[in-house]
């Protein structure tokens, strides 16, 4: 049973920085890509990056290219996301889930989601 979590959360100003990360268990972590989403309230679940399972290709939306940055230790069965320079239309809930296959940004190829984590930015 593969288990994903997501921390690393909070309230931050505009502006600021956060760094989350998600802790993969169950199987083998270096042999999957991994993708982040967040999804705010009223509005469904969207894309944020992927990382490819060599940490060599990663992917991400427009509204965050530039400012977010996704990572990944596999040694630690870990995948990062650095969040820089954010701003209020940022705040979301956060999740990490293990990609399948197919188009990147599609949530319906990803499953083994995690709870996820309440990033909130403050104007």
């Not at 944020?48 to 990944?72: E, L, M, P, Q």
């Not at 040694?75 to 296959?101: I, R, W």
Request: hydrophobic share 35%; charged share 15%; aromatic share 14%.
């Amino acid at each position: 049973q593969v288990q994903l979590v997501e921390s690393g959360g909070g309230l931050v100003q505009a502006g600021g920085s956060l760094r989350l990360s998600c802790a993969a268990s169950g199987r083998t972590f270096s042999n999957y890509a991994m993708g982040w989403f967040r999804q705010a309230p009223g509005k469904e679940r969207e894309f944020v990056a992927a990382v490819s399972w060599s940490d060599i290709n990663t992917y991400y939306a427009d509204s965050v290219k530039g400012r977010f940055t996704i990572s990944r230790d596999n040694a630690k069965n870990t995948v990062y996301l650095q969040m820089n320079s954010l701003k209020p239309e940022d705040t979301a809930v956060y999740f990490c889930a293990e990609f399948l296959g197919g188009l990147y940004y599609s949530s319906q190829n990803y499953h083994y989601w995690g709870q996820g984590t309440q990033v909130t930015v403050s104007s």
